[in-house]
């Protein structure tokens, strides 16, 4: 069954230190959204691509969150320097297309910054 | 300023009984609605939607019912299963231009054998 891969699992790193995350969306899907889930809390969305475009990173912190989908496939979210409020879960998923809601979620990446 | 709402941060239902989860939401542009499921150390699983022409939506044991007027929903589960337990997002949807989900904060459900 296709599913969203994201590596790695789980990311142990100190504070001012960069911390990069890696996601490949389900084949064929041409949305690609990164979301960070803090405990307690329900997702919240950092950016999302439409293929290798941005089409909203409005709540994505850019003195210190990059994210990249150079080819339109794969995704890479890099934090530089990691703060110690940055500890969370970084959520990727895609959707077939824009206008489909139905978004499928990889199993998450979980932050810890010491 | 949440524009949407799981006002119920846990609830425990005995196994075979129902299950029901609430949603409020705050914004009319919302036009479509999902709830998703997540087990600890996975990423959230997409359970069942419901468009806002529809008041209601069954998919096997899971129901979704829409409220327009009073911006609510719930999920209802019957009955209710041990592997049912699981945090459920409520999620909502905008087809204008910002064609993001927004999701709630959550409910922890437990269903006890």
């Known amino acids: 069954e296709a599913e969203v891969a994201q590596s790695p699992r789980y990311k142990i790193t100190e504070k001012s230190q960069a911390v990069a995350f890696w996601c490949d969306p389900i084949s064929g899907h041409a949305t690609l959204y990164w979301y960070r889930q803090i405990l307690g809390q329900g997702p919240e969305l950092l950016v999302q691509f439409q293929d290798e475009s941005v089409v909203d990173d409005s709540q994505l912190p850019k003195d210190r969150f990059s994210a990249e989908r150079l080819k339109g496939v794969d995704s890479t979210l890099k934090i530089q320097p990691a703060e110690l409020g940055d500890s969370a879960m970084y959520l990727c998923?895609?959707?077939?297309?824009?206008?489909?809601?139905?978004?499928?979620f990889g199993q998450g990446t979980r932050l810890t910054v010491v | 300023d949440q524009q949407v709402k799981q006002n119920s941060p846990s609830l425990s239902v005995q196994e075979g009984r129902i299950s029901i989860l609430n949603c409020d939401y705050t914004?009319?542009?919302?036009?479509?609605f999902l709830w998703y499921k997540k087990y600890p150390a996975e990423g959230p699983t997409f359970l069942i939607s419901?468009?806002?022409?529809?008041d209601k939506n069954e998919d096997g044991r899971f129901t979704v019912f829409l409220n327009k007027s009073a911006k609510h929903l719930s999920l209802h589960i019957v009955p209710s299963q041990p592997g049912d337990s699981a945090v459920y997002f409520c999620?909502?949807?905008?087809?204008?231009?910002?064609?993001?989900?927004?999701f709630g904060s959550g409910t922890q459900l437990t269903v006890l054998p």
């Open positions: 914004n009319s542009m919302f036009d479509y």
């Open positions: 998923a895609s959707s077939l297309a824009p206008g489909m809601a139905e978004a499928f």
């Open positions: 419901i468009s806002s022409i529809k």
């Open positions: 999620a909502a949807w905008a087809s204008g231009s910002a064609r993001q989900l927004t």
